[in-house]
């Protein structure tokens, strides 16, 4: 089975094409992402008709090329050596999703190729699903010298963790295709949280990468912010009560500018605050539901601070999970994790019932 995965939810353009010979094995023949960041972090944020645009400008360049590194052309039939085309059909910007889905829509009917609609949110879940293994041989050289292959030692069940710029939500997975949403954000996703504060410090758009950097040379114990609803007995976020403290912090800042060392100290103290929460809530979830694994995904997973305070927390909670991070450019968008959530979800379905849904969430 070889699917050709799609992603163009928000300012990503992403094709990636996957295979697998057994159920047990996937190889990841390509993945390419073309990214209109530059462009949104020109204006501070994204703007929905920017990205839309951008996406339509890459879409077709980016399939070509993933086509072509996949060594899947068939030029002779003109159309590539696939079985399906994946698609992110929501939640996202209209705009930008409507891009993936139509093309989806058209090379299906032109090729005549079955289409199956993928969660975005559980693309990211799926991105743990494609390892590194150093041992096996390079499939295709032009691949960066990499060839990905499914780690097997991830067991059911699993709480996955989504922390994007959209979303933050812990979902329990008993097994493949058999997922329940436990809780999520009740109004800014981490994320999020991460750009807007990024924006209060006059960092450049997207916040979080920029506060990670700022952080590694902060103390995270100058200022004490809020960890919002921690000891709730459920399993939601609020961020947004944490954006309106480190707001106050900053405007009576006695601190002319905003110097150096105030920004690296609050730049720390906010990450500390956001990562206590989602490894505290994780980690209860874990433990209530006897969780085997735990998978991080989202944009917000690429945060090492988080990975390495997960590790070191499950080992404190004596939790038998094992924990699960995407290699870094894998845990913000791309269409390797889509046609991977596809080839484990296998519902192809004809191209006339496909639609996108910026609103889709978890059933
Ligand atoms: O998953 P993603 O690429 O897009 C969405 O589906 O939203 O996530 C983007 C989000 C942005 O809010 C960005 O600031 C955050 O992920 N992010 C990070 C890091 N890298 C990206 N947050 C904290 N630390 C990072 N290293
Ligand atoms: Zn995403």
Redesign the pocket.
Known sequence: MRILGLET??D?TSAAVVETSSRHKVSLLSNVVASSLPLHARTGGIIPENAAREQVKFIIPVIEQAIFLANCEERRAKRPNIDAIAVTYGP?LIGSLLVGVETAKTLSFAWDKPIVPVN?LIG?IYANFIGTNPKSEILNPKLDARRYSLTADIDFPAIALI?????TDLILIRKHQSIKWLGGTRDD????A??KI?RLLNLPY????E??KQATKGNPKVFDFPRPMIGSGDFDFSFSGLKAAVTREVSSSKYKALSMKFKSDLAASVQQAIIDVLISKTLKAAKKYGASSILLG???A???K?RDEFELNAKRYTLDAKIFAPEKSL???NAAMIATAALFNYKPIEWKKVSANPELYFD
Do not use: K, R, W, Y
Not at 163 to 167: F, L
Not at 189 to 192: I, K, L, P, V
């Open positions: 939810s928000c990503e996202g975005h990211h922390v994007s710029g959209g979303h996703a981490a994320g999020e991460f750009d990024g997207p916040g979080g990468p506060i990670e989202g944009g917000v690429a945060n090492q988080l845990c913000t968008d």
